[in-house]
């Protein structure tokens, strides 16, 4: 009856011993009981697993009943089960996608034309002047002529520069400089209007790009030696770079091209082929 200190009594357990053994129980030495065939400590057993038995049946029915009852989560409305999803389908039609090119006129827009001031040989060069040209395929043509003309450029080089003619997303003549007999330097007079052509709307669409690129030709009128003609042609395309750099602030890449003596600005006065082209090329 050492339910307390005694495993085999907690448990109910019965225990045979001999007729003349003492009724102390084995395990912890307390006095026994007889069981009288079966009876109390067997009932006591059976009733606690009897009780066992009721508990786990009641938890496992349970549990049964908690996996098969729905759950509804709150604020999600509980689906009919029987209803099948239909799909939504909207009448509305789908947006248009906005194309950023603008629609091509049906008559065809003139050139327009630049006045440029006569020039008079050996006098002061005319004032700069802006091109208003578009990229159209006479700029074009003009630009691979002016490649042609390139002294001392490899064939393969030229051909690389062609390339880049054809595939150029925008490309405009920004400002034609005139230069004095011998001068390489922009004249003082005309650096203020420079500046205001380099930053016309139409040019700062180039400048504000980094990746548009800068060309300034430098010209010479054919008079003279070759060598010496193409000397003062590289110092007017580098002055130009500089004066653009600056004193106008251009942080794009720029590149000068010395094209010596040529006719390839005016054939006709040749005083105009004293010059540098400012291009700007938007690859």
Request: aromatic share 4%; net charge positive.
């Amino acid at each position: 009856m050492n339910h307390s200190g005694c495993l085999k009594a907690y448990r109910g357990e019965i225990i045979e011993i001999d007729a003349n053994a003492p009724m102390v129980c084995p395990e912890c030495g307390k006095p026994l009981e007889k069981s009288g065939g079966g009876g109390g400590g067997a009932l006591k057993v059976i009733a606690i697993l009897g009780a066992v038995a009721v508990v786990g049946a009641g938890a496992f029915f349970g549990m049964k009943a908690f996996k098969n009852k729905p759950r509804v989560v709150a604020g999600e409305p509980t689906p009919a089960a029987s209803t099948p999803s239909t799909p939504l389908v909207s009448n509305t039609p789908a947006p248009t996608p906005i194309s950023s090119t603008p629609p091509k006129s049906s008559k065809a827009t003139p050139p327009k034309e630049v006045a440029v001031a006569p020039v008079v040989a050996d006098s002061p060069p005319a004032a700069p002047t802006a091109s208003s040209e578009e990229v159209t395929d006479s700029i074009r043509k003009a630009v691979t002529d002016r490649i042609d003309k390139m002294p001392g450029l490899p064939a393969e080089k030229k051909d690389r520069l062609y390339n880049s003619v054809q595939r150029a997303r925008a490309m405009r003549k920004v400002v034609e400089i005139n230069f004095g007999k011998g001068q390489t330097d922009i004249p003082a007079n005309f650096q203020d209007q420079v500046k205001k052509l380099l930053e016309m709307p139409e040019v700062m669409k180039f400048r504000d790009d980094l990746t548009a690129v800068f060309v300034v030709l430098g010209f010479a009128d054919g008079k003279g030696d070759s060598p010496v003609n193409l000397q003062v042609t590289r110092a007017r395309a580098e002055n130009v770079v500089k004066f653009m750099e600056s004193k106008c602030a251009v942080r794009n890449v720029t590149h000068a091209v010395a094209m010596g003596g040529t006719t390839l600005v005016d054939k006709d006065r040749p005083e105009r082929n004293r010059s540098a082209e400012i291009w700007a090329v938007l690859p």
